[in-house]
T-cell receptor, first 112, second 112 residues
Framework: NAGVTQTPKFQVLKTGQSMTLQCAQD?????MSWYRQDPGMGLRLIHY???????DQGEVPNGYNVSRSTTEDFPLRLLSAAPSQTSVYFC???????????FGPGTRLTVL | EDKVVQSPLSLVVHEGDTVTLNCSYE??????LLWYKQEKKAPTFLFML????IEKKSGRLSSILDKKELFSILNITATQTGDSAIYLC????????????FGTGTLLAVQP
């Protein structure tokens, strides 16, 4: 099992550009989520999904879109990047019946 | 407002010292409390606590939950330089939505 994978590892964008952060898991986990981590702020939940076709907002959803067309994939879209979205982004997954969440390696995003 | 608060924010100790990290939480429909260790990359799972008063132990690390007082502690005995990391506490809550909310973390530095 590859676990939770994320691409790219690093990305630099200009203000106003759009892009998609990819996340995939091969553990058949129903629950997938996206977090951003900023210094002194801990991990904050952006969006989450409890299964294919079902998504919901977390603490900081503005400026981000998600979709869940398959169990395996949960991409995060930045529609019009802003410097405030400079952060490290983590994708995570778990089974709905268990509480242990597994994290991907992260994507470091810089918006100029 | 649902929240998780960790203390101290940072801590510097010498090898061989014992440290205690604190985590308090206020969430709706609490389900479990999780501890993660984060070095330079993604958080890695340490413990999950669901019941009060039952200590979880793994080597030199141990943790306990008090559901009446709404807090948990993580103890590390005989610290080593490899214990240097950010320790994150998170509360799983929300019933069907099962959201995980993180504290800001405790940065532990163990000096030789």
């Amino acid at each position: 099992n590859a676990g939770v994978t994320q691409t790219p590892k690093f990305q630099v964008l200009k203000t106003g550009q759009s892009m998609t952060l990819q996340c995939a898991q091969d553990m058949n986990h129903e629950y997938m989520s996206w977090y951003r981590q900023d210094p002194g702020m801990g991990l904050r939940l952006i969006h989450y999904s409890v299964g294919a076709g079902i998504t919901d907002q977390g603490e900081v959803p503005n400026g981000y879109n998600v979709s869940r067309s398959t169990t395996e994939d949960f991409p995060l879209r930045l529609l019009s990047a802003a410097p405030s979205q400079t952060s490290v982004y983590f994708c995570a997954s778990r089974r709905l019946t268990t509480d242990t969440q597994y994290f991907g390696p992260g994507t470091r995003l810089t918006v100029l | 407002e649902d929240k998780v608060v960790q203390s101290p924010l940072s801590l510097v100790v010498h090898e061989g010292d014992t440290v205690t990290l604190n985590c308090s939480y206020e969430v709706t429909n609490f389900r479990s409390l999780l501890w993660y260790k984060q070095e330079k990359k993604a958080p890695t799972f340490l413990f999950m606590l669901t019941s009060s008063g039952i200590e979880k132990k793994s080597g030199r690390l141990s943790s306990i939950l008090d559901k009446k007082e709404l807090f948990s502690i993580l103890n590390i005995t005989a610290t080593q330089t490899g214990d240097s990391a950010i320790y994150l506490c998170a509360a799983l809550y929300g019933g069907a939505t099962n959201k995980l909310i993180f504290g800001t973390g405790t940065l532990l530095a163990v000096q030789p």
